[in-house]
T-cell receptor, first 113, second 120 residues
Framework: KAGVTQTPRYLIKTRGQQVTLSCSPI?????VSWYQQTPGQGLQFLFE???????NKGNFPGRFSGRQFSNSRSEMNVSTLELGDSALYLC????????????FGQGTRLTVV | AQTVTQSQPEMSVQEAETVTLSCTYD???????LFWYKQPPSRQMILVIR??????QNATENRFSVNFQKAAKSFSLKISDSQLGDAAMYFC?????????????????FGTGTQLKVEL
């Protein structure tokens, strides 16, 4: 059974540019969550999608957006990149209920220069 | 809003010894799940153990066990017979049942992590 796949693994972008990250969940999982991990702020919840609908959103500016497709694959987009957006972005997939395990991908390391 | 606190940024343990990682949380809810995740250098978060708040019995998974004190809002992880492969960052996390049931999703709220070093 394939795990959660995030692409690309590494990305370098310039301030002001935009970026799109992709996450393919485990087959059958309908929930995809995104987290930002930085040394200063730790792991912070960005948003969660379930069956193509955003169920929850963390405290991030509107430059951060996402979507989910009918096959449950999800993308997150960051527009007008800032240096502070440099982080490891982790995607997690699950069945979407409270008691189910969230399976994480290996993350996308985004560096903004 | 719920918060999760891990007060030990780093811990060290000798191989084959036992170590306990601390976690406290703050919530006004009575039904929730608590998790310990491990993040090795590969960066992939791996679930170590899960505890349902309504269960009084502490969860165990092989060498890993928890001490869940609901009234004290404490959730510590004990690793027995530590191995070199246990070296990693360990995160405590909280998930609200109410939030899931009311359509708010199943987000995890994480602590700041504890870096565990295993020494020969």
């Amino acid at each position: 059974k394939a795990g959660v796949t995030q692409t690309p693994r590494y990305l370098i972008k310039t301030r002001g540019q935009q970026v799109t990250l992709s996450c393919s969940p485990i087959s059958g999982h309908r929930s995809v969550s995104w987290y930002q991990q930085t040394p200063g702020q730790g792991l912070q919840f960005l948003f969660e999608y379930f069956s193509e609908t955003q169920r929850n959103k963390g405290n991030f500016p509107g430059r951060f957006s996402g979507r989910q497709f009918s096959n449950s694959r999800s993308e997150m987009n960051v527009s007008t990149l800032e240096l502070g957006d440099s982080a490891l972005y982790l995607c997690a997939s699950s069945w979407g209920t409270a008691n189910t395990e969230a399976f994480f991908g290996q993350g996308t390391r985004l560096t903004v220069v | 809003a719920q918060t999760v606190t891990q007060s030990q940024p780093e811990m060290s343990v000798q191989e084959a010894e036992t170590v306990t990682l601390s976690c406290t949380y703050d919530t006004s809810e009575s039904d929730y799940y608590l998790f310990w995740y491990k993040q090795p250098p590969s960066r992939q978060m791996i679930l170590v153990i899960r505890q349902e708040a309504y269960k009084q019995q502490n969860a165990t998974e092989n060498r890993f066990s928890v001490n869940f004190q609901k009234a004290a809002k404490s959730f510590s992880l004990k690793i027995s017979d530590s191995q070199l492969g246990d070296a990693a960052m360990y995160f405590c996390a909280y998930r609200s049942v109410r939030e899931v049931l009311t359509g708010g999703g199943n987000k995890l709220t994480f602590g700041t992590g504890t870096q565990l070093k295993v020494e020969l």
